[in-house]
């Protein structure tokens, strides 16, 4: 960055934090209406505020680095369900979950469990919830930072501060996102999502240009090592081709399962033994997260929450559908290209990743050493290393062949680190052979010049901040309206924005500790982190929902048992059958619950429905505007599918 790129970054980052702050200047917390000013922007977004801060809210460095990440390995464009379903599922959310949600009058998606289910449910969803989003996303969206700044400031000091290490990075965005969600709450995180949507995706098309041109000058013999294994491509082909031919001659073919380079990766479907998105997740498996993380995760309910109207919160939804159109072709398409640009660097990623352990090994440290089978393609002689030491380690006598190829050293080492496990063995910090999660920084490093750095540095920091400030500001409404609220009845409303500015100091410090474990490569990328850990709630909270809003005799208790069963069965079939894809998990999951839950509901119905309360703070109506863009979006999207099936 130059002097100049420092300073407007500085000026543009201070100058959006201050816009939210002082557009919360008139939020009075001593007011009968301090925690809805606070924790909801006094019930007044209107619906580009509400669309734009979905967005700012959803998409941060969690998709930058973590689906871009996913897209570099073997995905590709499969990944992209997450944003192309999400489209879909918001237009259901806009007009069946969000009429439900708003009629109540509810603070917090839990808040409705009450009212439905009675308060224990209420209670049992607020912890899990709680739980989830400061462990979870939370501690990935600071992580997801970090890695940015680190692969971006190699070798960069601050005020004494080290940039490359990801712990400084952790707690240096964490601190940032803390200060203005504790002064400003939800307005101050509308207002600023307003600018930060906006420029990030024109940072991320800017990425995608510049990864574009990068690849249509790149000299086809080194461009033709990183096409997937089954590609046609020649070097004639690639030099006759234009920048976007080049992408698909690299990288289309059959989908094949495995490691990076053995299938295309412009197909949205997968083979069904795919271990992250089988094609037999988009039938049920990857509906699941997509409607809990839109219709009942607190941190992007809350903006519709805070709508003027409903007709303004379905209008928002519906614009925020439009918006995640877009979204892949500013995230997902760089990481593709970054592994065809960049694949060195991000062996250089890895090999820095993999610094500590190998000197381990080289110290014949009394633990066994697991490897990937791209470690093992893209360094043989270490890898053979690996597998000679966990065999010593096992007591084990593995015969190799005199050049064994990646797939039996990978298989060889399996067999070893089995039988060392079955010893009780310590393992060490698995061995990978590309950092896929370093793929958009990568990008960022080596195509910004100075002048457009501090924009797209800006946007991306912006978004990070963002979302952090969101979960922030979500995670404190829930512990403060569903927990702090009900233990203190007589609260005032001071008390309660005290308590919710409270919560978000404990919650950043407990994000911040967390976030820099999630470098360690076992968690197969913070994609999957995010997506598989929410597994423990999602299924069951969605079942539990529509069982609210749908059967209106089913028993009060089925509240508290869904939520409880579903954690319960998710747990045990991540230890026992860690072979299913989490998708499938989730799928098997939902079906189970729903199974129990219909069982209850016939055994035991209630002799009348429970009549849900109806707020008179906000009108009602539905939006005919917003259900006539419903129907352009999911005709829009199911064009795309068909585009890149």
């Known amino acids: 960055m130059s002097t100049i790129d420092v300073i407007v970054f500085v000026v543009a980052v201070v100058g959006v934090i201050g816009l939210g702050i002082w557009k919360s200047k008139d939020e009075d917390t001593h007011s009968e209406h301090g925690a809805s000013d606070y924790f909801l922007a006094g019930r007044g977004l209107t619906w580009w505020l509400v669309g734009f801060s979905l967005i700012a809210a959803n998409i941060s460095t969690e998709q930058f680095v973590g689906m871009s990440g996913k897209a570099a390995d073997w995905l590709g464009m499969a990944i992209a369900s997450y944003e192309w379903m999400a489209a879909i599922t918001l237009v259901v959310v806009a007009f069946l979950f969000l009429p439900k949600l708003l009629r109540c009058g509810i603070y917090t998606v839990p808040e409705f469990l009450e009212y439905r289910y009675g308060p224990?449910?209420?209670?049992?969803?607020a912890v899990a919830t709680l739980v989830i989003l400061v462990g979870v996303p939370t501690a990935s969206v600071i992580f997801s930072g970090a890695k940015v700044v680190s692969v971006f400031f190699q070798d960069t000091t601050l005020?004494?501060?080290d940039l490359g290490n990801i712990t400084v990075g952790c707690w240096l965005i964490g601190t940032c996102a803390a200060v203005y969600v504790f002064v400003g709450g939800l307005k101050a995180c509308a207002w600023t999502d307003l600018i930060w949507g906006s420029a990030l995706i024109v940072g991320g098309a800017l990425v995608m240009f510049l990864a574009f041109s990068e690849l249509g000058q790149r000299d086809p013999n080194e461009l033709i090592e990183t096409k997937v294994a089954t590609s046609t491509a020649t070097v004639d082909d690639l030099a006759n081709a234009n920048a976007f031919e080049r992408w698909k001659l690299l990288n289309d073919g059959p989908a094949v399962t495995g490691p990076n380079g053995s299938g295309g990766k412009l197909h949205m479907v997968r083979p069904k033994t795919d271990p992250e998105i089988p094609w037999t997740a988009l039938l049920v498996g990857l509906w699941i997260p997509n409607f809990f993380y839109w219709g009942l995760n607190q941190y992007i309910m809350q903006r519709t929450l805070g709508s003027k109207s409903l007709a303004e919160?379905?209008?928002?939804?519906?614009?925020a559908a439009g918006l995640k159109l877009l979204i892949p072709f500013v995230v997902v398409i760089p990481g593709i290209l970054a592994y065809n640009l960049f694949s060195d660097d991000l062996k250089g990623e890895a090999d820095r990743k993999n610094a500590a352990a190998i000197a381990e090994l080289e110290a014949g440290a009394q633990k066994v050493f697991p490897m990937s089978e791209v470690f093992a393609e893209v360094n043989p002689e270490a890898a053979l290393k690996v597998v000679q030491h966990n065999a010593r380690m096992a007591g084990v006598d593995i015969d190799l062949p005199a050049a064994p190829d990646a797939a039996t050293l990978f298989a060889s080492n399996e067999t070893a680190i089995a039988a060392a496990m079955a010893k009780g063995l310590p393992s060490a910090t698995k061995l990978v052979g590309y950092d896929y999660d370093a793929a958009f920084p990568t990008l960022l490093r080596k195509l910004l010049k100075p002048g457009i750095t501090w924009f797209v540095l800006a946007a991306i920091f912006g978004a990070v901040v963002s979302s952090l400030a969101s979960m922030l500001n979500s995670a404190s409404t829930i512990a403060t309206m569903d927990i702090f609220a009900k233990i203190k009845k007589d609260a005032s409303q001071y008390a309660l924005v005290t308590s919710g500015r409270v919560c978000v100091v404990?919650?950043?410090?407990?994000?911040?500790?967390?976030a820099?474990?999630?470098?360690?490569?076992?968690f197969s990328g913070i994609f999957t982190y995010i997506q598989e850990f929410q597994g423990f709630i999602s299924s069951g909270i969605l079942a539990v929902f529509l069982f609210g809003f749908l059967v209106h005799r089913a028993p009060r208790y089925v509240g508290w048992v869904g939520i409880a069963l579903n954690i319960v069965l998710y747990g045990l079939l991540k230890i026992f059958a860690p072979e299913i894809a989490f998708l499938n998990r989730m799928a098997i999951c939902f079906g189970a619950i729903l199974v129990v839950?219909?069982?209850i509901r016939l055994v035991n119905p209630l002799a009348?429905?429970?009549e849900l309360p109806t707020t008179d703070l906000i009108a009602l109506e539905s939006s005919p505007t917003a259900k006539a863009w419903g129907i352009v979006v999911v005709v829009a999207t199911l064009a795309l599918y068909w585009l890149f099936w």
């Not at 224990?120 to 969803?125: H, L, V």
């Not at 404990?506 to 967390?514: H, K, N, R």
Request: net charge positive.
């Open 506 to 514: 404990l919650f950043v410090l407990i994000a911040c500790l967390i």
């Open 516 to 522: 820099p474990s999630l470098d360690d490569p076992k």
């Open 120 to 125: 224990f449910s209420r209670f049992i969803m």
């Open 608 to 610: 009348k429905p429970v």
């Open 159 to 161: 005020l004494g501060l």
């Open 597 to 599: 839950l219909t069982i």
């Open 313 to 319: 919160g379905q209008k928002g939804v519906i614009f």
